[in-house]
C-alpha cells in the first residue's frame, strides 16, 4: 500500500529516520501538496468556456466600475445607504472560513513519539491559515475601499484602523470557531458556536458603525482581538485530545475549493415532479405539424425547463449587456464588434447543446435522418438566439442613435441572430 502524500516512514523513531529531518520541511512538503492539490481541482473545472462566458466580462466590467469610481465618477447611492452596509459585508466574509491545519490520518501513528513536530506543524498551518485570511479581507477591503473613501468620507486614519479592525476581528473569529468546532460536538457544538460568532461579529459591527471617525478607539478594539487571538493560538497548542476532529477539520478546509467547483458544474439531485414547471400541458410551441418542427419544440421546451442551462443563457445574457453598456459611444466599431462576437459566442453554445440533445441514447430511438436533425437544430438556434441578439443590440443601437435606436434594435438583432445561427448551423450539424 503506498504511503500518504507528506506522511513519514516510520522506520526509525529518531530525526534522522525519517523521509524528512525537521518539522518545518514537512510542513512546507505539504503545504507545496495542498496548494498542488487546489491547482489540480481547479484545473478540473475552470476551462476557456468558463473564462471567455464569466470571467473575463466580469473582470472587464468591475474593472471599469472600480478605476471610475477612483476618478471621479458619482457615487450617488451612497446618500441613501447607511455607512453601516460597509461594515456589515464585512462582518459576513469574517463569519465564513475556517482554520486549515496540515495534519494528516497517518501522522496518529507515524508522529506518534514526535509530538512537538504536530505542534510545530499545527503553528505553521495556523499562521498560514491567519495570512490567508488577512489577504482575503484586505482584498475585500481595498474592493470597498472607494465607497468608504470617496462615498463617505471616511478619513485616512479611520480607514487604516478600520483595516486593522477587521483583519484582528477576521483572525479572532477564525480561532474561536475552530475552537468550539473542535473541543465540541453535536448540540454543545452549535449553543457555543452562534453565540461566540454574534458576540465577536456583533462587537466589531458596534465598533465600526459607533466609532466610525474615531481611529483610536477602532485601533483599541484591534488590539484587543489580537490579544484575543494570541491567547487563542496559545490555548490551540495547549489542546489535547481532539485528533479526530483536527483531521475532520483540516479535510473539511482542504475540500471547499473542489465542493465550490462542483456545486457550479455538477447539478444537485432535483425533486421528482409529476408535472413540469413550464408547459404543464405539452401544448404545440410551434405552429408546424412536420416531424422536425416538434423535434425542435420539445428541445426548446428540454433547455427551458434545464434549470442549469436557463441560468447559464441569462447569466451569460447579463454578463454581455453589461459588458457592451460600459464601452464608450465614440469606441462604436468596438462596441460592434464585441456585439458580433458574443452573437456568434451564444450561437457557438447553443449549436453545442443541440448536439448533445440530439445525440442522446433516447433521441437515436426516433427514425430522425441526419437532415431532419440539422433541419430541427438549425430552427432551434434561430429561434433561442433571438431574445439574447434583440437584448444586446438594444445596448448597442440606443446608446449610439437615441431614438433611431429604438427603431433599429429590433431588426438588427433578429438578423444578426438568424446569420449566426445559420452559419453555425452550416458548419457544425451534419447533412
Not at 9 to 24: N, Q
Not at 256 to 262: D, Q, T
Request: proline share 4%.
Amino acid at each position: 500500500m503506498s504511503r500518504p502524500e507528506g506522511a513519514l516512514r516510520p522506520d526509525a523513531v529518531s530525526g534522522a529516520g525519517y523521509a524528512l529531518p525537521d518539522a518545518t520541511r514537512l510542513f512546507r512538503q505539504r503545504l507545496f501538496a495542498h496548494w498542488r492539490e487546489q491547482y489540480r481541482m481547479i484545473r478540473m473545472v475552470a476551462d476557456w468556456i468558463v473564462l471567455l462566458y464569466i470571467i473575463v466580462p466580469g473582470l472587464l466590467l468591475g474593472g471599469r466600475f472600480y478605476y471610475g469610481f477612483w476618478n471621479g465618477d458619482s457615487i450617488g447611492w451612497t446618500a441613501y445607504v447607511p455607512f453601516a452596509l460597509i461594515p456589515v459585508v464585512l462582518a459576513v466574509l469574517l463569519a465564513t472560513g475556517g482554520l486549515l491545519l496540515l495534519i494528516r490520518e497517518a501522522d496518529s501513528l507515524f508522529l506518534l513519539q514526535r509530538r512537538q513536530w504536530i505542534s510545530s506543524i499545527m503553528l505553521r498551518s495556523i499562521l498560514y491559515s491567519l495570512g490567508v485570511t488577512a489577504v482575503k479581507l484586505g482584498a475585500a477591503f481595498a474592493l470597498l475601499l472607494p465607497f468608504i473613501v470617496k462615498g463617505y468620507g471616511v478619513a485616512q486614519a479611520a480607514v487604516w484602523a478600520l483595516l486593522a479592525l477587521t483583519v484582528s476581528c477576521g483572525w479572532a473569529t477564525k480561532l474561536l470557531v475552530h475552537l468550539i468546532r473542535v473541543s465540541r460536538q453535536g448540540l454543545a457544538r452549535q449553543l457555543r458556536l452562534i453565540p461566540a460568532l454574534l458576540l465577536s461579529c456583533g462587537s466589531y459591527l458596534y465598533a465600526a458603525i459607533a466609532w466610525e471617525n474615531r481611529p483610536w478607539l477602532l485601533a483599541a478594539v484591534a488590539l484587543l482581538y489580537a490579544a484575543v487571538t494570541l491567547w487563542a493560538i496559545r490555548h490551540r497548542l495547549t489542546l489535547q485530545g481532539t485528533f479526530l476532529q483536527d483531521i475532520r477539520e483540516s479535510l473539511k478546509q482542504r475540500m471547499r475549493i473542489a465542493s465550490l467547483m462542483l456545486a457550479q458544474v455538477v447539478d444537485k439531485p432535483r425533486p421528482t415532479r409529476h408535472k413540469p414547471w413550464i408547459f404543464r400541458r405539452s401544448q404545440p410551441l410551434l405552429t408546424s405539424r412536420e416531424a422536425e418542427g416538434r423535434f425542435s419544440a420539445a428541445g426548446i421546451k428540454a433547455f427551458i425547463r434545464n434549470p442549469g442551462h436557463l441560468k447559464l443563457y441569462l447569466q451569460f445574457t447579463g454578463v454581455a449587456l453589461a459588458a457592451l453598456l460600459i464601452v464608450p459611444a465614440w469606441l462604436f466599431l468596438l462596441k460592434w464588434l464585441i456585439f458580433l462576437v458574443l452573437t456568434a459566442l451564444m450561437a457557438y453554445w447553443l449549436s453545442s447543446y443541440w448536439l448533445v440533445f440530439a445525440g442522446d441514447a433516447y433521441i437515436g430511438i426516433l427514425p430522425f435522418t441526419k437532415a431532419q436533425k440539422a433541419e430541427a437544430g438549425t430552427k432551434l438556434l434561430q429561434l433561442l438566439i433571438q431574445p439574447f441578439a434583440a437584448l444586446c443590440a438594444a445596448a448597442v443601437c440606443i446608446p449610439l442613435y437615441g431614438w433611431w435606436g429604438l427603431l433599429l434594435f429590433i431588426p438588427v438583432g433578429i438578423g444578426t441572430g438568424y446569420m449566426a445561427a445559420s452559419i453555425f448551423s452550416t458548419f457544425r450539424f451534419q447533412r
